[in-house]
């Protein structure tokens, strides 16, 4: 078994520290608010009062941290008692800017980082399942596999490039985002009209256009018969604004951009072409 340390007791760092203690490794936890690693002790983790005490002997690190500063801090912090060819695989949704010249520099000075988001809950990272990605060179990812696929459902390997997974999870992030926003603008225009919540989502039970399918559309547009024009997509979203009122997050946006497309000539273009422009 291995001895892993596990920086930043947030809900998926506990969860990963608990799947990982359930597997029989040694587990020492930190975090900045120390109450909150006292479920993990409970259940035989060590509790480290200093990222270098956490990572003293260990034989990975993971760090699960809110922000950039969060993890050039314990890094820094850490890297007295770190273990020569030690990895240290950072879990937190970073910065794509800041990610490549972390790497660079902690590489070029002979630690090994290695950028890995998730897309987890905290379920999730208990029961190892959900999606884990990775970037770097081909020789980590050889290195890692077997030990990240233990700690999900499926790891996906991006490529050489440092922060491929970076952006890659910021751009996953931002459609489980912008589609949650929406259903709240379809929820209010169901209010305001006399639709309930559970016949909106028993439409898309049966109704159910994907972001893959939509961005396909989108791509394919120039090359294809139209099949919704942009001015018959603007005249429905009016009806949408109509019928919702005040309060929407999402379509007062999009019907901003529908004009903008539409004075700039793209009315009777596929509606679609909006991903595009």
């Known amino acids: 078994m291995d001895k892993v340390a596990v920086l930043g007791m947030g809900l998926l760092g506990r969860g990963f520290a608990e799947n990982l203690r359930s597997k029989g490794h040694e587990v020492r936890v930190w975090n900045r608010t120390a109450s909150r690693c006292a479920p993990l002790a409970e259940q035989g983790a060590i509790v ?3 990222p270098a005490d956490a990572v003293r002997g260990a034989d990975r690190v993971h760090l699960i941290l809110t922000a950039d500063e969060a993890v050039d801090a314990v890094i820094d912090a850490l890297r007295p008692a770190l273990g020569d060819g030690v990895y240290v695989v950072d879990h937190s949704t970073n910065l794509p800017a800041k990610v490549k010249p972390r790497f660079e520099a902690l590489r070029a000075e ?3 980082y290695v950028h890995a988001p998730v897309f987890m ?4 990272s208990r029961e190892a399942t959900g999606l884990m990605l990775l970037s770097g060179p081909s020789a980590d990812e050889a290195a890692l596999r077997p ?3 233990a700690m999900t459902g499926r790891l996906i390997y991006l490529g050489e490039e440092p ?4 952006k890659i999870k910021i751009t996953g992030n931002g459609m489980l985002i912008m589609l ?3 259903m709240g603008d379809l929820f209010k225009m169901g209010a305001a009209s006399g639709v309930s919540r559970e016949e909106i989502l028993s439409l898309f039970e049966q109704f159910s256009p994907t972001a893959a399918g939509m961005g396909q559309r989108a791509l394919a547009a120039e090359d294809r018969p139209v099949g919704f024009a942009m001015t018959m997509a603007r005249k429905d979203v009016g009806l949408m604004l109509e ?3 005040d309060g929407l997050t999402v379509l007062p946006a999009v019907a901003q951009a529908m004009d903008r497309a539409i004075e ?3 009315g009777g273009k596929d509606f679609s072409v909006l991903a595009t422009r």
């Open 147 to 149: 030990r990240l696929e």
């Open 264 to 266: 700039e000539g793209d």
């Open 163 to 166: 922060d491929k997974a970076a």
């Open 243 to 245: 019928t919702a009122g």
């Open 110 to 112: 002979g630690l090994r």
């Open 180 to 182: 949650t926003a929406a």
């Open 121 to 124: 809950g905290p379920a999730n």
């Open 48 to 50: 480290a009062e200093t």
